[in-house]
């Protein structure tokens, strides 16, 4: 988490891409797909344009599945009397026309189709721990979809927060979510599991990383 993975903006070399270069002495890496700055977990890359294309064709085919943990701010509502709470969620996901902030999104008519799974795991206080599977990859998916529920991720300053908190957030730092009691340094959004045919062999490979580091992380907010 707080990491980016590529190159943007004010970062360049404090990102993933780079700092695995670094390390593996690698001149060329390829990036298949991107985390939030904020959100943790597992992501992969490959070696050689002959494997990302390949790679590229199996994103474009949906044949990559991808499990996430969050933390929501909220219980996961249960509109059934099924003992473990579960939403599918499909609404369109497009910029939000009500926002001055430009990269914010939102559900509306316009927008593009998606379609998000949320399954609790379990209630911590106020708090719920869910898994998600998005089927669909628009840009803040989970994170405007757990908002329209009125259960953001704790920690995301971009739907948590009213727009003029998250401006101020911008300009004031971390000394203005400490004066609102807000949590965290992060949103706590964990990409937990990644699954797809590996390029060469196409036998299933499945790539996981618990949820302890998102636990952690909120226990020590507390």
């Not at 965290?184 to 060469?200: D, G, K, N, T, Y």
């Amino acid at each position: 988490g707080n990491l980016p993975t590529s190159p943007s903006g004010k970062y360049f070399k404090n990102t993933l891409v780079s700092l695995i270069k670094d390390k593996f002495s690698l001149k060329k890496l390829y990036t298949l797909h991107r985390l939030d700055r904020e959100t943790s977990g597992v992501i992969i890359f490959a070696k050689s344009r002959e494997i990302a294309q390949s790679m590229a064709a199996q994103f474009r085919k949906n044949r990559i599945q991808k499990i996430y943990s969050a933390i929501l701010s909220k219980h996961l509502p249960q509109f059934s009397k099924k003992s473990v709470p579960e939403i599918y969620i499909s609404l369109p996901i497009g910029h939000d026309p009500n926002s001055k902030i430009r990269i914010k999104q939102s559900v509306n008519s316009q927008g593009k189709p998606s379609h998000t799974y949320f399954k609790e795991i379990g209630k911590m206080g106020d708090y719920s721990l869910v898994e998600v599977r998005p089927y669909s990859g628009r840009t803040h998916q989970i994170r405007v979809h757990a908002a329209h529920m009125g259960c953001s991720i704790v920690g995301d300053k971009l739907y948590g927060l009213p727009d003029d908190g998250f401006l101020r957030w911008l300009s004031e730092g971390d000394e203005y979510l400490l004066s609102q009691n807000f949590p965290l340094h992060r949103q706590l959004l964990h990409a937990v599991e990644i699954r797809f045919p590996h390029p060469v062999t196409r036998i299933e490979t499945v790539i996981r990383s618990d949820n302890e580091k998102i636990l952690k992380e909120l226990n020590q907010s507390r």
